[in-house]
């Protein structure tokens, strides 16, 4: 987004000759330099992006009751001027707003809730209100819900200008307070885009090739961005917008579709030989045989080294379904053709748990992993360095620390990437320029739903494992609010007595975080001295030495206590097929997919498995929903949709996704038909024409070298 401070910088050279799409929005008639400034706060800096700015909703005038017409005791929505307003002593204070339509006037009453109410409203204010009518010296509507959809007019604005807002089909804009103190309301929104429209319609360019246009039945551009502003009715918008919303989608499968062909037609990948002896040694030296599909992925991986081109893959699977046995045995076939690996994981702890996990896994093979984090000494980092530069070390785990200028493989071959949506592209880029185009294999923590999968990973192939490995049993989660605490832990002193092990998670939020591991610290406190006194409990958290975090999940993992009181730092790491139960305190603190993760660390052996999720009396709605359905399915799929659509796929991932668009129109829960379209035209026409050069496809490579080309320089990484 633009700085706000830069935006008149362009006046300098003088207002442009012809005002076009791509002029700075200043230049517009009724914009200037005031009101540009505060455009370029939600990140609109040209015509372009103004004609772009959706209406959220619609107010369609066919809805609304006249007031001379409403009738008592029944629900209406009406639309009116503030005539008067303000607070009314009776026995308790009331606030009055008088609203008056063509006909006449309607009383909206609160009796709580003033101080929020009281400065909203201003005279001349047109507002839509909606709720039950009733009477008391007059018709009311008490605790009406409203909305203020013009204040007052632009004393700018030309005073005969025809009220577009008094149309059957009113648009109603998203704004800002700051949007709001330059007039830039719905109202404000209106007139400007409406003059836009009159002025600049011929210069809409169609964007989409008429055959797909003919084929999806989507109408033409100019139509569509007339339409979504002021529509004939509400059935229009919807056209309107389907047509916006496919465009968006369809252009981001361009371009991922654009990168792959890229990224195909330029990186020549090292060539890997069948799997040999030293894969056949780590197979016999498993307990238990692969899975159905985790062969199915390693043949998929197999036929990407063997290719000669470089492999960019994404593995996904369900919490224990075996991606990490899976990602080793593709490092053992590095390492078998006479290259290094590397693993990135994107934090010490777990950069660390897959260092323990994976050299308890190689111990048969007397081949010893290096982890290299930033808080390895360094005396041992300078060896750790030139062991990685002589070729010396075979696999190399670690944090952001293997992208440094100090780091230099001998001859990196493959490079894995663990929950990559924690890593920005450039991290990602760093990594692959560490070795001569190595191979790549993405690997994320939980499933992804495929919406997300196909347009944050859709320049990559995708790997899935539904199966989990043979003889394990379902875990069983049950709910239990805190006053039932006691019940609980009965529950886990009966399993203990079993011989079993067990996790007792504390929640640690970034944000109060000094609180949390105080909470998990006084936690163990008082289950070692009142509960538990009989038992032995470690504690393990982020901020506790490596050494004794390494030495804590080893003693655990071999039996040498019985609870361990932990903080999420255990939600990817060690196998302990003897643990079975864990009981998650303020579980309602936590997101869905991060439950799930949890939750995964139990059900690991043969024995019954349970997850008791422990949430507080003062549960929000939401909060309860995410545990209902957390202990009604262990399916990780069905989870991942369910958490996308509870939280959107901004807040899905926790972080934003680099290089990708932003989007403005299309909703990635409710637009799954068009995605699957999009995806199919895109890759269909790249593959028929990769350079969009073709009469047809002019429109296309037009529009893509204008709004994408910085995007597309990130076309190396996966």
């Excluded at 605790?143 to 007019?153: D, M, Q, R």
């Excluded at 290719?307 to 080793?328: E, F, P, W």
């Excluded at 032995?536 to 071999?558: C, D, N, P, T, Y």
């Excluded at 008791?612 to 909060?623: D, G, Y």
Aim: charged share 30%.
């Amino acid at each position: 987004m633009r700085a706000a401070s830069t935006v008149d910088a362009q006046s300098l050279a003088g207002r442009p000759r012809k005002l076009d799409l791509q002029s700075p929005v200043q230049y517009l008639k009724g914009i200037g330099p005031v009101k540009a400034e505060a455009l370029a706060t939600i990140g609109i800096n040209s015509v372009e992006d103004l004609l772009y700015h959706i209406p959220r909703r619609y107010l369609d005038r066919s809805t609304i009751t006249p007031m001379d017409e409403l009738q008592v005791n029944s629900r209406a929505t009406v639309m009116g001027t503030v005539e008067s307003y303000g607070i009314k002593r009776w026995r308790t204070p009331q606030y009055w707003v008088i609203l008056r339509d063509e006909k006449s006037f309607l009383k909206l009453v609160w009796f709580s809730g003033i101080k929020y109410i009281q400065n909203k409203f201003k005279e001349g204010d047109t507002v839509v209100a909606s709720g039950e009518v009733r009477t008391f010296y007059g018709l009311q509507m008490p605790h009406p819900e409203f909305e203020i959809i013009s204040g007052h007019v632009d004393p700018n604005s030309e005073k005969g200008e025809k009220l577009i807002h008094t149309g059957r089909v009113i648009p109603l804009y998203p704004s800002t307070s700051e949007l709001k103190n330059v007039y830039l309301d719905s109202r404000g929104f209106r007139r400007v885009i409406s003059y836009l429209l009159e002025n600049l319609f011929p210069q809409i360019q169609e964007t989409l090739p008429d055959k797909l246009r003919e084929e999806l039945e989507l109408p033409a551009l100019d139509w569509s961005l007339k339409t979504i502003h002021f529509p004939d009715s509400i059935e229009d918008a919807s056209k309107a917008r389907k047509r916006l919303a496919f465009e968006e989608l369809f252009y981001l499968e361009l371009l991922l579709a654009l990168r792959k062909r890229h990224s195909e037609l330029k990186e020549k990948g090292s060539v890997f030989s069948r799997p040999g002896a030293i894969v056949k040694r780590f197979l016999e030296s498993l307990p238990f045989e692969l899975t159905q599909d985790q062969r199915k992925v390693l043949n998929e991986i197999y036929q990407d080294v063997s290719s000669g081109k470089a492999m960019h893959r994404l593995l996904q699977g369900d919490v224990g379904s075996g991606k990490t046995i899976v990602a080793l045995i593709a490092m053992l076939m590095a390492i078998e053709n006479g290259y290094q690996t590397a693993i990135m994981a994107p934090t010490e702890v777990l950069s660390e748990q897959h260092h323990l996990g994976l050299s308890i896994l190689l111990e048969p093979l007397k081949i010893e992993p290096l982890l290299l984090t930033s808080s390895v000494k360094t005396g041992e980092k300078k060896e750790i360095l030139r062991k990685i530069s002589s070729g010396e070390a075979k696999i190399i785990v670690g944090t952001h620390s293997l992208i440094q200028k100090e780091v230099n493989f001998n001859r990196l071959g493959l490079a894995v990437i663990d929950e990559q949506h924690r890593f920005g592209v450039m991290q990602r880029l760093s990594l692959k320029l560490k070795g001569e185009s190595p191979h790549l294999l993405v690997m994320t923590a939980t499933p992804i739903p495929r919406t997300l999968a196909l347009t944050v990973y859709g320049d990559l192939d995708i790997s899935v494992i539904n199966q989990m490995p043979p003889g394990r049993k379902k875990i069983e989660t049950r709910l239990l609010d805190e006053d039932s605490s006691e019940k609980g832990y009965i529950f886990l002193e009966e399993e203990l007595k079993k011989g079993r092990q067990a996790y007792i998670v504390y929640p640690l939020i970034e944000e109060s975080e000094k609180a949390d591991l105080k909470a998990a610290t006084e936690g163990y406190q008082f289950l070692q001295g009142k509960i538990f006194p009989h038992r032995k409990i470690a504690l393990l958290h982020g901020r506790i030495k490596r050494e004794e975090r390494e030495r804590v999940m080893k003693a655990f993992r071999s039996r040498e206590y019985d609870i361990l009181v932990c903080t999420t730092v255990i939600e990817v790491g060690l196998d302990v097929p003897n643990a079975t139960l864990m009981l998650i305190e303020h579980a309602e603190r936590f997101g869905l997919s991060q439950l799930h993760q949890l939750r995964g660390r139990i059900g690991r052996g043969e024995e019954q498995s349970y997850c008791i999720l422990k949430f507080s009396k003062l549960v929000s709605e939401e909060a309860r929903r995410r545990l209902q359905i957390l202990s009604s399915t262990t399916d990780g799929f069905k989870i991942s949709e369910a958490d996308l659509k509870l939280r959107g796929p901004g807040e899905f991932f926790g972080t934003r996704q680099h290089g990708l668009p932003d989007f403005k129109i299309a909703d990635l829960t409710e637009d799954l038909e068009l995605l699957f379209k999009a995806r199919d035209w895109a890759f269909k026409i790249v593959q028929e024409d990769g350079n969009l050069s073709s009469k047809e496809n002019l429109c296309l490579r037009s529009k893509f070298i204008r709004n994408y080309k910085d995007k597309f320089k990130l076309a190396d990484i996966g």
